[in-house]
Nanobody, 121 residues
Framework: VQLQASGGGSVQAGDSLRLSCAASGRSFRSYFFMGWFRQVPGKERELVGGISWSGVVPAIADSVKGRFIISRDNAKSTVYLQMNSLKPEDTAVYYC??????????????WGQGTLVTVSS
């Protein structure tokens, strides 16, 4: 399974960005639970949120609730992270990941390479 994240960049506070994560490979299945994580250098990786194959988002980080939206297009094997009202504290490398469990239980099995988002004030 390969996960290709894209859409990162440098923006101003208050702007929006949409990250995409395209999955490929013979082992990928549309029922995989997909997640978005982020990490600031020197800090632990943080789960932003995840989405099931049916589009259910069980939980999303409090720090982004009301501003970030996770969605997926199973026909394109792509997951999206719509980020609105961006703040400087959202600056991080964003990673997508795939979990072979449909419910997202256990560890994530596959990881993308990350895409950098920089938000300036």
């Amino acid at each position: 399974v390969q996960l290709q994240a894209s859409g990162g960049g440098s923006v101003q506070a208050g702007d929006s960005l949409r990250l995409s994560c395209a999955a490929s490979g013979r082992s990928f299945r549309s029922y995989f639970f997909m997640g978005w994580f982020r990490q600031v250098p020197g800090k632990e990786r943080e789960l932003v949120g995840g989405i099931s194959w049916s589009g259910v988002v069980p939980a999303i980080a409090d720090s982004v609730k009301g501003r970030f939206i996770i969605s997926r297009d199973n026909a394109k094997s792509t997951v999206y992270l719509q980020m609105n009202s961006l703040k400087p504290e959202d600056t991080a490398v964003y990673y997508c990941a795939a979990n072979e469990s449909p419910t997202g239980g256990g560890v994530y099995d596959y990881w993308g390479q990350g895409t950098l988002v920089t938000v300036s004030s």
